[in-house]
């Protein structure tokens, strides 16, 4: 059974920093593209960032570029997603999405991230 869990998310001031951790199991976490998103309320769910099974080629929203850095740790089987310089609008509930190579997409349940003024 695959298993994306969240930590890390909390309230934190604008320009602030949040360290988000996503642990997988239940699969091949190697092959598997990790991809973070977050949703704000009333809005769709948009994509944050992205990093290769490898961990050698990343993606970066435009409004994240410069301010938040994925990274993986494939003995671990971990995501994390480093945010710095945080802005209100960031505020969302931050997901972990793995896609597999079978097509497979799996989803953890979220971690809160709330930027206060």
């Known amino acids: 059974q695959v298993q994306l869990v969240e930590s890390g998310g909390g309230l934190v001031q604008t320009g602030g920093s949040l360290r988000l951790s996503c642990a997988a199991s239940?699969?091949?976490?190697?092959?598997?593209?990790m991809n973070w998103y977050r949703q704000a309320p009333g809005k769709e769910r948009e994509l944050v960032a992205g990093?290769?099974?490898?961990?050698?080629?990343?993606y970066y929203d435009d409004s994240v570029k410069g301010r938040f850095a994925i990274s993986r740790d494939n003995a671990l089987n971990t995501v994390d997603l480093q945010m710095n310089k945080l802005k209100l609008e960031d505020t969302a509930v931050y997901y972990c999405?793995?896609?597999?190579?079978?097509?497979?997409?799996?989803w953890g349940r979220g971690t809160q991230v709330t930027v206060s003024s």
């Open positions: 999405r793995a896609y597999l190579p079978t097509h497979n997409i799996y």
């Open positions: 239940g699969l091949t976490f190697n092959s598997a593209i």
């Open positions: 990093i290769s099974d490898n961990g050698d080629a990343t």
